[in-house]
């Protein structure tokens, strides 16, 4: 084989693989592309998952000040409520002694 001959088959050996290479190149790109994509996607969803879980966070915080204050009013009627039952208990005391003064006394007066 000829020099010449040597030059023109690596020379087409060489252009079949720059078109490999081309092939190669813009399947690659296209493989890019999509996965740029695909991440841009992810992004907004991952975006829009943590708005999400911002928003529930701020649910949460008001749903657990709003669980204290209920704790602590119920806590303040607790403590009403036994008072009013304390005072209920002294007015019925109160209210038998009374009777018991204001009855006729059945007790006959005793003679020296």
Do not use: W, Y
């Not at 088959?9 to 493989?31: F, G, H």
């Not at 907004?44 to 915080?61: H, T």
């Not at 009013?84 to 002294?90: I, L, P, V």
């Amino acid at each position: 084989m000829s020099l010449f001959g040597a030059l023109c088959k690596n020379t087409q050996r060489l252009s079949a693989e720059q078109e490999q290479l081309r092939v190669n190149l813009a399947r690659l790109s296209t493989e890019v592309d999509r996965e740029r994509e695909n991440a841009k996607q992810a992004k907004a969803a991952i975006d829009v998952g943590g708005k999400k879980i911002q928003a529930l966070d701020r649910e949460l915080a008001e749903e657990r000040q709003a669980r204290t204050m209920a704790e602590r009013a119920l806590g303040e009627l607790q403590v009403e409520t036994a008072t009013m039952k304390e005072r209920a208990a002294h007015a019925e005391q109160l209210q038998a002694v009374l009777d018991r003064l204001q009855a006729p006394a059945d007790v006959t007066p005793i003679r020296k």
